[in-house]
C-alpha cells in the first residue's frame, strides 16, 4: 500500500492565482481530513469527509473549497491565492475504531508559498 | 471554539533527564490521541486513550488521560536524542467526526 499520497510536494503561486491540491489514499479509509500547518505551530482543520459525497468545513475554511467523489480521493481547492495561505498543507485518513475516531493517517505535505 | 492548549511550547533537556508535556482543555473529548512529528513529516500515532484515568505505556513513554478527560499529559522517562520533535495532541468530542489539535510542543534532546 503506498498510504497516503499528496501531490505536489512543493508550489510557489502568485497572489490571485488558483491551485488543486490532491491527496489520496489507498486504504479505504471511510474519513479524510485536510490540515494546514504554519511553522512552528499545531495543525488546523480546514475541512473534513466521512464518506464520498459527504464533506464539512473545519476551523479554517475560508479560501478554500473541497469536492469527494470518490473513497480514495479528496482535493483541496484554493481559489484567489493570498499570502495567508502560505504554509505546509497536509492530508491525512483514518478508519473509525471503536469509541474513537481511528489513527490518522498522513501525507507527506505540500509547501505552499504565496507570493 | 474547542482549544487545546500544550505546555511547555518549548523544551530543551539533555540525554537522561525526565520530561512531562500537558494538554488542557474545558472541553471534554471523547478521545484524545498523541503524535509525534519529525522535521518535514507528518505526524505519526504515538497512542490514543478513551477512559478517562487511563494511563497507557508505550517503552518509555507514559501517557494518561485525566478523569474527567478534559486533559492528558505525556510522561518521558530518560529522554533520548531520538525522542527530539514535536508533540501534539488531538481531541475528539462526542459526536463529532473531526479531531482538533493542539498548539504543540517542541522538544529538543541533547546528547
Known amino acids: 500500500n503506498a498510504g497516503v499520497t499528496q501531490t505536489p510536494k512543493f508550489r510557489i503561486l502568485k497572489i490571485g492565482q488558483s491551485m488543486t491540491l490532491q491527496c489520496a489514499q489507498d486504504?479505504?479509509?471511510?474519513?479524510m481530513y485536510w490540515y494546514r500547518q504554519d511553522p512552528g505551530m499545531g495543525l488546523k482543520l480546514i475541512y473534513y469527509s466521512v464518506g464520498a459525497g459527504i464533506t464539512d468545513k473545519g476551523e479554517v475554511p475560508n479560501g478554500y473549497n473541497v469536492s469527494r467523489s470518490t473513497t480514495e480521493d479528496f482535493p483541496l481547492r484554493l481559489e484567489l491565492a493570498a499570502p495567508s495561505q502560505t504554509s505546509v498543507y497536509f492530508c491525512a485518513s483514518s478508519y473509525p475504531g471503536a469509541g474513537d475516531l481511528g489513527e490518522q493517517y498522513f501525507g507527506p505535505g505540500t509547501r505552499l508559498t504565496v507570493t | 471554539t474547542q482549544l487545546l492548549e500544550q505546555s511547555p511550547q518549548f523544551l530543551s533537556i539533555q540525554e537522561g533527564e525526565n520530561l512531562t508535556v500537558y494538554c488542557n482543555s474545558s472541553?471534554?473529548?471523547?478521545?484524545l490521541q498523541w503524535y509525534r512529528q519529525e522535521p518535514g513529516e507528518g505526524p505519526v500515532l504515538l497512542v490514543t486513550?478513551?477512559?478517562?484515568?487511563e494511563v497507557k505505556k508505550l517503552k518509555r513513554l507514559t501517557f494518561q488521560f485525566g478523569d474527567a478527560r478534559k486533559d492528558s499529559s505525556l510522561h518521558i522517562t530518560a529522554a533520548q536524542p531520538g525522542d527530539t520533535g514535536l508533540y501534539l495532541c488531538a481531541g475528539a468530542t462526542s459526536g463529532t467526526y473531526k479531531y482538533i489539535f493542539g498548539t504543540g510542543t517542541r522538544l529538543k534532546v541533547l546528547a
Open positions: 472541553s471534554v473529548f471523547s478521545s
Open positions: 486504504m479505504n479509509h471511510n474519513y
Open positions: 486513550v478513551v477512559t478517562g484515568g
